[in-house]
């Protein structure tokens, strides 16, 4: 018996050693020398403090800020990574259609110009959840409403937007998109708040 079991020992320990250890080494050694800020989160400080991630989104809620999609990821517009997921929800799911439609009226209570169809990226979550982004139409609904906060002309907001809108991958791929963390640190960089 133990004729069978030790060499199946040993390779359970040469195996566990090389693809439990060496290869994750390697890889994590490799992504840090090539690509060490995207391997470490690609995270954006301010002032030497962190204050978030170009890839996870970020809970804003203040009027002066443009705002992301929805959440699954807890709270409707909570971005809680570690609860990261897609809801699940079928569209005949009486919860989705509750949640879709607390998302219309919060936005047609927090941007009262916003009249019309909605984009479907203002009102549904998507994915993990944690989208960083949202469609360059969601954000011109929201322009209105940060230009009052900010005591700005709209047009200065739409250049913002038209600055920080990413387009598409190799000119072909996804859709164009902006960064609501990103347009929302330049805001603040160039356009503060007035109190």
């Given at each position: 018996m133990w004729?069978?079991?030790t060499p199946a020992l040993r390779m359970m320990i040469i195996f566990t050693v090389l693809t439990g250890l060496v290869y994750p080494g390697v890889i994590t050694g490799l992504a840090q020398l090539i690509f060490s800020r995207?391997?470490?989160g690609s995270l954006v400080s301010r002032n030497a403090r962190i204050v978030g991630s170009e890839l996870l989104g970020q809970s804003?809620?203040?009027p002066e800020y443009f705002h992301g999609r929805p959440s699954a990821a807890g709270d409707i517009n909570e971005n809680d990574a570690s609860a990261s997921g897609g809801s699940n929800?079928?569209?005949t799911s009486q919860k989705l259609i509750d949640r879709v439609r607390a998302s219309v009226a919060d936005i047609r209570k927090s941007n009262p110009d916003a009249t019309g169809a909605l984009p479907g990226d203002s009102v549904t979550a998507w994915g993990s959840g944690?989208?960083?982004h949202i469609s360059p139409a969601t954000a011109e609904?929201?322009?209105?409403?940060?230009?009052?906060?900010?005591a700005a002309s709209p047009d200065a907001i739409r250049q913002f937007v038209q600055q920080h809108t990413e387009r598409?991958?190799?000119?072909?791929?996804?859709?164009p998109r902006v960064n609501v963390l990103a347009l929302n640190l330049a805001l603040d960089e160039r356009l503060p708040v007035k109190h």
């Open positions: 004729q069978q079991l995207q391997a470490n804003f809620t203040k929800l079928g569209p944690l989208v960083p609904l929201l322009v209105a409403r940060v230009a009052r906060a900010r598409r991958d190799f000119g072909v791929l996804g859709e």
